[in-house]
């Protein structure tokens, strides 16, 4: 398995800074923020001084009960390519449920939610994952999530349900030890358990971030420095495995770039910790190859019996509609909070006129919209429905604002720039409607 080093995650934000960070062997790139053929010259400079650069997948949702995208896959496999990279990764996650396998409305999590830890989903999962190693051109690892909510009747522990998906699929695993904190306090799952219970041998490297607690619940924000029993998990995992690669997250609030190669060196720090606590007893042996015996691929009745489960508990928490029985209500509420506070902020992201127009408005007006409006296409799409909605409905009243958002949704609210295109005449009376409305 190649050796990587000590690398961080590039941010456009940070990209400048971590060029002339001392010590950095590689970094991490989210795979759905590049173009391969547009490559960010700040990523094409740390190319061509040697330091490797790995995509990593948001999107793919390997954990849900369809098929994986070949459109993703061939794009997943493009920034492969492009990046000259030795891996790719993704996580074990779903982002999606619904859609023709369960006769309902297609949504969109805009986030990875946890997979069921049962037998058909971890059946569904392997044949995906080998459905995505045979598309990628280099090999595939994939990451266990944080978690706010765990389903009922989980029949594996997290160690017990990763061993085997490694032993099935011979997928490489990107233990995220920050995950393992978050799962500990919100599903109370011991992560020394869970380290000794994974085939630590399939590990391609790991993932430390940052987060914070509120009223008992662990948030992975990765928008704060790293806490101390993060430390000390990746501390207890460098004393099972000498990991390949450790990788610090941090994807917003970055602080100076001193603070981050302080941070750098405390990781540093812990994993050199590990190591000196190695012994042959703690040392792991290697997976057992093809332990398990093969199992046939999950019939369409399988995938639907997921499909349907996870449309229940994503519909339930973008929505509105009711909790399915077995679930933590509470845990629930906080989850869809989290999921719309999340999709505002994506939003005001990919979309930075629309908080520009509508001021102190904008994230109450969204989380309004979003309480009844469920994503079912991507951030930008989203950016468009609910201006497209704030227009329809007449609820931002300022004429000012109301005529600087209709501009701006009358721009990108067709296939090209309004500049660009005739105006097609379904589109003309759509528009005619928002006019007489302003």
């Not at 706010?148 to 032993?167: N, S, V």
Request: aromatic share 4%.
């Amino acid at each position: 398995m190649q050796r990587l080093g000590t690398g961080i995650g590039w941010r456009p934000e940070i990209a400048d800074a971590v060029e002339r960070m001392p010590g950095i062997d590689w970094v991490e790139v989210v795979a759905e923020n590049v173009c391969p053929g547009h490559l960010p010259e700040s990523l094409r400079r740390l190319r061509e001084r040697g330091v490797t650069v790995v995509p990593h997948g948001v999107s793919l949702g390997l954990g849900g009960a369809d098929r994986p995208d070949e459109g993703r896959l061939t794009a997943l496999a493009e920034r492969a390519a492009a990046l000259g990279s030795p891996l790719v990764t993704e996580h074990i996650a779903f982002v999606r449920a619904g859609g023709p396998l369960t006769a309902s409305p297609r949504l969109e999590a805009g986030h990875l939610l946890p997979v069921p830890r049962t037998r058909d989903a971890l059946d569904v999962l392997c044949e995906n994952v080998r459905i995505a190693q045979d598309a990628l051109p280099v090999p595939l690892a994939v990451e266990n999530i944080a978690a706010l909510i765990a389903w009922p009747g989980e029949e594996m522990t997290e160690g017990q349900f990763l061993y085997e998906l490694a032993d099935r699929t011979g997928v490489r695993l990107l233990i995220d030890v920050a995950n393992l904190h978050t799962n500990h306090v919100n599903r109370a799952e011991d992560p020394a358990k869970a380290l000794a219970e994974l085939p630590l041998e399939a590990i391609a490297y790991v993932h430390v971030a940052g987060g914070f607690e509120r009223d008992g619940v662990w948030h992975d924000s990765h928008a704060h420095a790293v806490p101390q029993p993060v430390l000390d998990i990746l501390t207890g995992l460098a004393a099972r495995v000498d990991p390949p690669g450790v990788l610090l997250e941090r994807d917003e609030n970055f602080p100076e770039p001193a603070e981050l190669e302080r941070e750098l060196r405390t990781i540093r720090g812990a994993v050199a910790k590990g190591r000196g606590r190695v012994t042959r007893a703690t040392a792991p042996s290697p997976a057992p190859e093809a332990a398990t015996a093969p199992r046939p691929a999950p019939t369409d009745a399988v995938r639907q019996r997921l499909g349907l489960a996870q449309a229940a508990m994503l519909s339930a928490l973008v929505a509105g509609t009711p909790v399915p029985e077995g679930f933590d209500r509470t845990r629930m509420r906080v989850q869809a909070r989290a999921l719309a506070a999340k999709r505002a902020d994506v939003v005001a992201k990919v979309a930075p006129e629309l908080p520009d127009i509508l001021g102190t408005g904008y994230r109450p007006a969204f989380l309004d919209y979003a309480q009844a409006q469920p994503m079912t296409g991507g951030y930008r799409q989203d950016a468009l429905d609910f201006a497209g909605h704030l227009l329809f409905t007449g609820r931002h009243t300022d004429p000012a604002a109301r005529r600087e958002l209709r501009e701006w949704w009358l721009e990108r609210s067709g296939p090209e720039p309004r500049s660009n295109r005739p105006v097609a005449r379904a589109a003309r009376a759509a528009r005619r409607v928002l006019l007489r409305r302003g």
